[in-house]
């Protein structure tokens, strides 16, 4: 009997040819849904089509680094908001990995002091809103001085009201990429070349320094009533890049945290029966598989990082999907621009998603290695990350941390309670140095019932006292056994709809359409995460099988 063996092609055609089909097939789906959209639009009168693209957009976007004018078209004007975008995650994610990788190593420490103002740095950057957050940030850049006064933390950078100003070097571009030619001449011929592989690398980038034309740098200064020269962001840009840098750096904090405390023990201990120093272990040992570990989720948060920069939008920075907003806004085809919208964001995804996950199989493909036995999350007593560190986390580094978070700690208490403002008008609260509390007090009703009626406040000030009982129950508040766990959370949903109805002080039912501030936040938040749990256990199984 001859056995005949599938050739590597066919093989790898029996792989792709089901996920060829599904995307064929989901592509023919989205095809008739816009065609049956826009017949529907022509019968009723309504121009539709991507033809408005070629139009004048008729609006200037203030701040890109590809210059468009008003009469330029929309399509211009879109790629535009792309590359503001870009520029956002281009700078953002490298600054967000690297303050990420910081806490986490720092929280991390077997020093009490660093590990906890850690943790303390780390808690209300993930637990409150990144949209709070960036308007924040944006509130306190505005209150810089004026460009005449700007302030320089660095020679040549200047941070102003208006904005940022840095060095902007001209004629960059192609000795970046004749250095990426020769990083990558120098990579495919490491073998061949050996160590004389840098030195050939090094010769290319010095051959294309002397053909190349020179590289300007362009310094800004104080000029006039303003600012003149290097790059300069504008203040919209540098609060969405700060806001969005740290709120991620803080889920990179505890991704890089969790990957270093999965790392198998045997394996650091096989390290240093090897007598590789603490550097080593950590060079050859932990980083390697840390860094495998923590991919998946670090790719969500690029991801996620990209997706939030939308929110650029409520602070005034024209990106992406603020410039298809205002096309849709003048020309009214609100179909086109969603599509255009969902089509380059998914593209973005599938392109970072998809070079990750490239990155991620190359470094796997040999296992994971040892898999089985306890982890250093589970024996801190090793204390590896402060090995060998003795300069930077001994006691003149926890000196320094404690005077730098005295420093902060008085600082806020200065503004919120020194300096505070508890009662007054509008005037007052301007003229004020620190917070302003009596805003805070003059708007409370609204923040907790929103436009609620005065009647219906107590019933809703019940249903949430409820819900969060219950909650903070279903969190494990209290240790108590799982079947008086369920029994409370039963007992506190139960009291909620009861509050709802207005039973038994007999006041009137409380509609959705009445609901408003902390009850309506609660109330969706619980009722999306029930909804998205048995969703996701079912995505998730179809995804493995």
Not at 208 to 225: F, K, M, N, S
Not at 373 to 390: K, Q, T, V, Y
Not at 396 to 407: E, N, R
Request: net charge positive; hydrophobic share 60%.
């Amino acid at each position: 009997m001859i056995a005949i063996h599938p050739t590597p092609w066919s093989a790898a055609w029996r792989r792709w040819l089901p996920l060829a089909a599904w995307t064929l097939g989901l592509a023919a789906l989205a095809a008739l849904l816009l065609l049956h959209i826009e017949a529907t639009q022509t019968a009723r009168g309504i121009r539709g089509g991507f033809g408005f693209l070629f139009q004048p957009a008729g609006f200037r976007i203030s701040e890109s680094l590809l210059p468009v004018t008003p009469d330029d078209p929309y399509w211009m004007s879109i790629a535009a908001g792309l590359v503001n975008t870009l520029t956002v995650a281009l700078v953002a994610i490298p600054v967000a990995t690297l303050l990420g990788i910081g806490l986490g190593l720092l929280r991390l420490s077997s020093r009490p002091l660093a590990a906890r103002t850690a943790a303390l740095i780390i808690a209300p950057l993930r637990n409150t809103p990144v949209l709070l957050q960036l308007f924040v940030w944006y509130g306190l850049l505005l209150r810089l001085p004026d460009a005449r006064q700007a302030w320089s933390p660095l020679p040549s950078v200047l941070l102003s009201n208006r904005g940022l100003a840095l060095p902007a070097l001209h004629g960059w571009l192609p000795y970046a990429l004749a250095a990426a030619g020769a990083l990558l001449l120098g990579w495919r011929l490491r073998h061949r070349l050996g160590r004389a592989a840098p030195w050939a690398a090094l010769a290319a980038t010095a051959l294309a320094w002397a053909w190349l034309p020179g590289v300007t740098v362009d310094l800004p200064v104080r000029r006039g009533l303003g600012l003149q020269g290097g790059w300069q962001p504008s203040i919209e840009f540098a609060a969405l890049v700060i806001g969005l840098v740290v709120f991620h750096a803080a889920y990179i904090a505890d991704i890089v945290r969790a990957a270093v405390r999965a790392v198998p023990v045997g394996l650091v201990e096989a390290g240093q029966a090897m007598a590789l120093t603490p550097w080593g272990v950590l060079r050859h040992i932990v980083a390697p598989y840390a860094a495998r570990v923590a991919l998946p989720p670090y790719a969500n948060q690029c991801l996620a990082l990209v997706k939030n920069s939308t929110l650029a939008i409520a602070i005034g920075y024209q990106e992406l999907m603020a410039v298809i907003n205002t096309a849709i806004t003048q020309t009214g085809l609100a179909l086109e621009g969603i599509t255009l919208a969902v089509a380059v964001y998914l593209g973005l995804a599938l392109a970072l998603g998809g070079a990750l996950s490239a990155w991620n199989a190359r470094h796997a493909r040999h296992g994971p290695g040892d898999s089985h036995g306890a982890r250093l999350g589970e024996r801190p007593a090793l204390r590896l990350l402060d090995r060998g560190s003795r300069g930077i986390g001994g006691w003149l580094g926890s000196a320094l941390m404690a005077l730098l978070l005295a420093a902060a700690g008085w600082a806020l208490f200065d503004w919120a309670l020194l300096r505070a403002v508890w009662s007054g008008g509008p005037a007052t609260c301007a003229a004020a140095a620190g917070a302003c509390w009596a805003a805070v007090g003059e708007n409370l009703p609204l923040l907790l019932f929103g436009a609620m009626a005065q009647a219906d406040r107590a019933q809703a000030l019940a249903a949430c006292a409820a819900l969060l009982a219950g909650v903070a129950v279903a969190l494990g508040l209290g240790r108590l056994a799982p079947r008086a766990r369920l029994a409370w959370v039963a007992l506190m949903l139960v009291v909620t709809v009861i509050a709802l109805a207005g039973w038994p002080w007999g006041g009137a039912a409380i509609g959705p359409l009445r609901w408003g501030g902390l009850l309506v936040t609660l109330i969706l938040a619980i009722a999306a995460l029930l909804a998205a749990l048995p969703l996701a256990f079912g995505l998730a199984l179809l995804r493995r099988s």
